[in-house]
């Protein structure tokens, strides 16, 4: 053992062979624990001396010394030494100048060969270098050191070969773990290929059963198309023998042809009361075609409530068979009612015959209610009968066109199954609802609800003049023609003094002025010839709205008014076209000479 050049020299090993450089590693730690180096200076002393044993086993001469050096604080130091001029691998000196306090290469001072000299500095006070080195010296030349470095050997080997196990145990345990998942990946990939094909099967089929049901879809609105065309045809072509053959019964009936015997008279009535059910038949299925078309429109108009139901009552008596009594009230209209007459009259005389037809004792009546929702104002026609009844399993099946309840119900009563779903159609037209409420035995109930006055949407799009003033005097048919009136105009002044008319004028200047013409004191003659005379009034448009058929009015003197109008056969439509100015003036202009008066309602379809 040769005493270091500066501090003192703990332990000198010659290395041979890789157990050689076992033991220094070993020592190195022991002298690092000594002097007060733990942790990661520890481990970083200990592996660089062990890579660099390692590295220069095979050097001749190759010793390692220990030593703990002062130099102005004490470090632990080793000091390799080898007799040519091989060199550490550059990456060894590399790292050993990154890890350590210092590292040096140099030619042995004493020898002429090479020294590797690794220090790191330790905690230990200096002056206790001495001491500590001799301790250590004692320690690491025993031979429970010795032992100690066999015991640490064959831990170490035991620690290897548990560590080597295990690495081949978790090594066994993935290449398990590997052929699991690969045998899961493949499930799952043929899972994924077999909903793949049921996917794309069930899409094929998918889509044939679409382009199936839209083929389905067009024959069906082809069928509905060439059905409502043939209703339409069959319809127009039956009207006009119809309509000769009850022409031809009238003549035949009437007092001034040949006198009839009673039995002919009676047959050409029943030829001409089987023209009449056939030609309101025809009607219907002219109205049906029309409405499923989108071709038949309501014609709203001040409707007098009190006629339409004095009509039905007049033309329902005779249907009523014999123990049946017909209650149709009169009603004490409060609020206008603007609708299509004739569309309402036709779903009421379809309900109450229907109502006739199946009671053969008891009951038919109608009653009338007025309500107002959200909405506005609405009438409520009410038909409740005492007669058979329709089964439950029935009361949605009898609004289908040309159905018919089978067994006792239609037994001897004859019928289309046309008159149900026609009034609910017309009812819908008017914005209305018609539901049905029966049980057999017990009688039917059937409630239309319709609103009084059209949709307010019309009125926004019909709304065509600013002001109007109107003079009329008929207190009872006025209500109605205001609420007509207030679609079509911004603002509606009534007066019911014709003497004050002119003086209104003057003062209100209205775009309008709606005239009557029979009024006490002033008349609408009158009247117009003084706003006529005067400049202030003569430019504004007068219509004159009378009950005088066009026969019995003077055009003449009325000239040159806008339009003269019938207010039995006013509607939205002739007023909006009045007040508008529009091409459809021309049409309420025309006066007698040169144009027929309008039909009735009930013919104008």
Known sequence: MTPGPVGHEVFTIALREGSDVIALRRCTQSVCRAAGLTGSPLVRMTTVVSEAGESLLGAPGLTARLCLEESGTAVLAVRFGWLDASRPPARLLAAATHLLDDSRLRVAPDDGGQELVLAQRTPT?????????????????????????VEALRTQNHQLLAALEESQRQQEELQRLNAELEETNAGVMALYSELTSELQATNSGVVALYAELEDKTRQLELAHEYKTRFWANVSHELRSPVNSVIALARLLLDSRAEPLTDEQRQQISLVQASGSTLLALVDELLDVAKAESGRLEPQPAVTDLRALLHQLRGTLRGTTQPGVVLRIPDHDQRAPLVTDEVMLTRVLRNV?????????????EL????????????????????????????????????????????????????GLPYARRLTELLKGTLTLDSAVGQGTQVVIDIPALPPQASRETAAVVGSVLVVDDDETWLPGFRALLAELAGSVIVLTDGGAAVAAVERERPDVVVLDLNMPGASGYRIRRQLAARPATAQVPVIVVTALEPADVDHARLAPVRAVLNKSRLTSAILAAALGQDENVAAVRRTPADSPPPPPAEERR
């Open 352 to 364: 109450l015959s229907n109502a006739l037809k199946f009671t053969v004792e008891g009951s038919v």
């Open 367 to 418: 009653g009338v209610t007025e309500r107002e929702d959200e909405h506005g104002p609405r009438f409520v026609f009410r038909v409740r009968d005492t007669g058979v009844g329709i089964p439950a399993d029935e009361l949605d099946r009898v609004f289908e066109e040309f159905y018919q309840v089978r067994g006792p119900h239609q037994r001897g009563r004859a019928g289309t199954g046309l």
């Open 125 to 149: 006070p200096p002056a206790a270098l001495g001491e500590l080195a001799l301790e250590l010296r004692g320690r690491l030349g025993g031979d429970d050191s010795r032992a100690d470095l």
